[in-house]
């Protein structure tokens, strides 16, 4: 089965950077979409970021926008968010998700496989 195990997430202060790993492995899918999902406190779980695996085309929520970027390492079979000028309200569990299929087909109801997730919290 496919395993995606996240890292990179800790505490920052308003303004900072962090940078989310995700490393994924049996991702055998002909087509494959990685997602960035964030579930924060008394909140649903809402998609962050969506790159599409052999293309790299991406595409952002608009509250991250110009903010974050999602990239990918095929070498090292990990994707990446990159999470620059950090608000409080980003505070979260960030959660990695692969999803057979081109990137318009991942949605919270439709990821196939999801990470373990990881803490993000920023301090105004």
């Known amino acids: 089965q496919v395993q995606l195990v996240e890292s990179g997430g800790g505490l920052v202060q308003a303004g900072g950077s962090l940078r989310l790993s995700c490393a994924a492995s049996?991702?055998?899918?002909?087509?494959?979409?990685m997602g960035w999902f964030r579930q924060a406190p008394g909140k649903e779980r809402e998609l962050v970021a969506r790159l599409s695996w052999i293309g790299g085309s991406t595409d952002y929520a608009d509250s991250v926008k110009g903010r974050f970027i999602i990239s990918r390492d095929n070498a090292k079979n990990t994707v990446y968010l990159q999470m620059n000028a950090l608000k409080p309200e980003d505070t979260a569990v960030y959660y990695c998700?692969?999803?057979?299929?081109?990137?318009?087909?991942?949605?919270?109801?439709?990821?196939?496989?999801w990470g373990q997730g990881t803490q993000v919290t920023v301090s105004s």
């Open positions: 998700a692969a999803k057979r299929g081109g990137i318009a087909t991942m949605a919270i109801d439709t990821v196939d496989y």
């Open positions: 049996r991702l055998t899918f002909r087509t494959v979409s």
